[in-house]
């Protein structure tokens, strides 16, 4: 089947869910070698239709929530839900209680409401006033990994970044300051960086995160050449 990652906020039996996201798990292009924590990830799932969507807020997502209250261990927090699309139905692999990454890179740029407020409401207890506010535009986001990720890698290469395109973010993960009193970023880390870009479509934020991704680079450093296209032409 198909993964597709949901994470929702809740609290108590109140489950707001994100847009969904689709990760990238396996190192190479068409899903080949073995797997990261993820090497690209875009959102919003063209193909994942709203019956499906429906489908895991009321089979899975609901119903887990109620279940913890029903334990007497009510969830506050951001559940992670990671699910596979088979003949069979929607599946759940793993729920984390956390974000996801990289999803997270992509489905937050397009978070309109103020991730604050929300953290808050859960905190004090009145999710269930908020409604969650997104942006259209898609975001695709791209991982640059050290040589040998994700077997063993050598750490402590420069990290070159160049001009990044407008509506691009960088997120840096793997990597550390080369010294005290330096700017110079040095990897790490196997996931040293991920580069997110907003676009009208897919497509328009997968061609401007590729471009953004020409401008970085570290001794070795390699990514996927075919993150988001599976949402390419799916509806
Ligand atoms: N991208 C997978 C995870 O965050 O667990």
């Known amino acids: 089947g198909e993964e597709l990652t949901v994470m929702s906020f809740i609290e108590g039996e109140t489950v707001l869910p994100m847009e969904a996201a689709q990760d990238h798990k396996a190192v190479w292009d068409n899903d080949q070698g073995p797997n990261t924590g993820g090497m690209g990830a875009y959102s919003p799932v063209p193909h994942m239709l709203s019956a499906l969507f429906d489908q ?34 929607m599946q759940v692999i793993e729920f984390n209680a956390r974000f996801g990454d990289p999803e997270t890179q992509v489905v937050l740029p397009r ?4 991730l604050v407020e929300i ?9 269930a006033e908020i409604e969650l506010e997104w942006d259209p535009r ?14 063993d890698y050598d ?11 407008a509506d691009t973010e960088l997120y840096i ?10 700017e110079r970023l040095v990897t790490s880390g196997g996931r040293v960086l991920a580069l997110t870009a907003l676009g009208a479509d897919i497509e328009a934020a997968r061609s401007k995160a590729y471009e953004g991704i020409g401008e970085l680079n570290f001794e070795g450093a390699h990514y996927r050449r075919d993150i988001a296209n599976k949402a390419i032409g799916r509806c």
């Not at 750490?155 to 395109?165: A, N, S, T, V």
């Not at 993960?173 to 330096?182: D, H, I, Y």
Request: net charge positive; glycine share 14%; proline share 5%.
């Open 56 to 89: 895991a807020y009321d089979d899975i997502l609901l119903p887990t929530a109620k279940a913890m209250v029903s334990e007497g261990r009510p969830f506050k927090g951001i559940l992670y839900a990671g699910l596979m699309i088979t003949r069979k139905g």
């Open 138 to 151: 898609a975001a695709v986001a791209i991982v640059l990994a050290s040589a040998g990720y994700p077997g």
């Open 119 to 127: 953290l808050l409401a859960i905190h004090e207890g009145r999710l």
């Open 155 to 165: 750490r402590g290469y420069e990290i070159k970044i160049g001009d990044l395109p």
């Open 111 to 114: 978070l309109k409401t103020d």
């Open 173 to 182: 993960a793997g990597a550390k300051l080369a010294g005290e009193g330096t």
